[in-house]
């Protein structure tokens, strides 16, 4: 509803103190010191980094099994549970020779993660049937362009030499289960 409030402003003229600047300047100045001598709030990354939970949620990993063999069977169930859609692949099927490279008869030939869609949810994680992808407690590299934010299979996939540890992840039971190998799924 309008009204008819009004208010008058007035110029208020400055005082002597107002005028000379001077205690302004001064106070500023003592609460820039003040800040000096407190404990800073920020931390110079990355060189130091803060201590991060065990169950962060960072850059993900595509598993391989104990013989090196890439777990993905591209089934597509960590795209459908993505809220971002933030996953996209190509199946391809596995061809006679490749057993050591690809676990299952069909695996992704292209696994994408737009890691600007990503928010880190996890959901990729739990909807994984084959314990393929992980999030892990890296944290993902700046980049100038969108394209650079667009992980391929070569930033995903750990390497054979350099095995991305994901057990703290896991619960109890997941562990105990895999130590049952005579489950196919787990061997
Ligand atoms: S962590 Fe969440 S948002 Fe990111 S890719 Fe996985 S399901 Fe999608
Ligand atoms: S990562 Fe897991 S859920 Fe996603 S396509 Fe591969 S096997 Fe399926």
Same mark, same amino acid.
């Given at each position: 509803m309008l009204t008819d409030r009004s208010k008058v402003v007035v110029k208020k003229e400055m005082t002597l103190t107002e005028r000379l600047y001077l205690p302004a300047i001064v106070g500023g100045i003592l609460i820039t010191i003040r800040h000096f001598f407190r404990k800073s709030a920020t931390i110079r990354y990355p060189e130091k980094k803060r201590e991060i939970s065990d169950i962060w949620r960072g850059q993900h990993v595509l598993k391989r099994d104990d013989e090196g063999a890439e777990r993905c069977t591209a089934c597509g169930l960590c795209a459908v549970a993505c809220p971002a859609e /933030?996953?996209?692949?190509?199946? /391809?099927?596995?061809?006679p020779g490749e057993e050591?490279?690809?676990?299952e008869e069909k695996y992704a030939s292209t696994?994408?993660?737009?890691?600007?869609?990503?928010?880190?949810?996890? !959901?990729?994680?739990? /909807?994984c049937p084959k314990e393929a992808?992980? !999030?892990? #407690?890296?944290?993902?590299?700046? #980049?100038?362009?969108?394209? +650079?934010?667009?992980? +391929?299979? #070569?930033? !995903?996939?750990?390497?054979? /030499?350099?095995?991305? #540890?994901?057990?703290?992840?896991?619960?109890?039971d997941v562990l105990?289960?895999?130590?049952?190998?005579?489950?196919?799924?787990?061997?």
């Open positions: /933030a996953i996209t692949m190509v199946a /391809a099927e596995r061809k050591k490279l690809y676990r696994y994408e993660i737009n890691m600007l869609r990503c928010i880190f949810c996890g !959901l990729c994680e739990e /909807a992808i992980f !999030l892990t #407690d890296r944290i993902i590299e700046t #980049d100038y362009t969108r394209k +650079g934010f667009v992980f +391929g299979k #070569d930033k !995903l996939v750990e390497p054979v /030499a350099e095995r991305v #540890d994901v057990t703290k992840r896991q619960t109890k105990d289960f895999k130590k049952h190998k005579e489950y196919s799924h787990n061997k």
